[in-house]
């Protein structure tokens, strides 16, 4: 009697590690899916890419202005060349933001970006972006970092997106990990180390 006992209590145990498991499978599906969701639909104010501009550019005029942020601990420092431009909708805008490394060793950054408000997130069309990559930025280095935009028109056709006249790109530099090949390179504070 006690050993039927047991093998309930075995399936039981087998059931819950699979629900643990294939929960624990889902939330590693999530993440990657959630980026391509927010990518494709311009959910979260995630901005859209594209290979060029669409052709049609519209007489209506929205202005962009840009942000840029480094996380806590990030070295760097990092704003927009220009606070802001205005452009018609469908034409090609070109920003720059500049990064500064001021300390004495290599830092490699990776940028999040976003626009507000959300509902523009669907029509906001990077080109080119230093986001696109990491950057690697060498001790005492400044860099200016192309972005290349345009609004697509299709946001006219857009019941709420029509009434935006006014769109926020935000970036935030984090650091990363450097690759390999960089972070076998040594720093002039190494070197002097050693000879001390």
């Not at 699979?18 to 969701?37: E, K, N, Q, R």
């Not at 420092?77 to 220009?82: D, I, S």
């Not at 860099?143 to 946001?155: L, N, R, Y």
Request: hydrophobic share 45%; proline share 8%.
């Amino acid at each position: 009697m006690i050993f039927p006992r047991l093998q309930g209590k075995h399936r039981t145990l087998v059931q819950l590690v699979a629900v643990v498991i294939t929960m624990g499978s889902l939330s590693f599906a999530a993440v990657p899916f959630y980026d391509w969701f927010c990518r494709v639909t311009g959910y979260g104010g995630t901005p859209q890419v594209a290979a060029a501009a669409p052709g049609v550019i519209l007489d209506q005029v929205v202005k962009i202005r840009f942000d840029a942020t480094v996380e806590q601990g990030m070295p760097w420092t990092f704003k927009p060349v220009v606070r802001s431009m205005e452009l018609r909708i469908g034409e090609t805008g070109l920003a720059f933001y500049e990064a500064h490394n001021p300390t004495d060793r290599v830092i490699g950054g990776t940028a999040s970006f976003n626009v507000f408000p959300d509902t523009a997130g669907a029509y906001f069309t990077k080109i080119e972006c230093f986001c696109f990559s990491e950057q690697i930025l060498q001790p005492g280095e400044t860099v200016q970092m192309p972005v290349t935009f345009f609004v697509d028109p299709a946001i006219v056709d857009d019941p709420d997106g029509k009434f935006v006249h006014e769109i926020v790109l935000s970036y935030t530099f984090h650091e990363t990990p450097l690759p390999e090949d960089q972070a076998a390179l040594k720093t002039p504070a190494d070197d002097a180390s050693a000879v001390n």
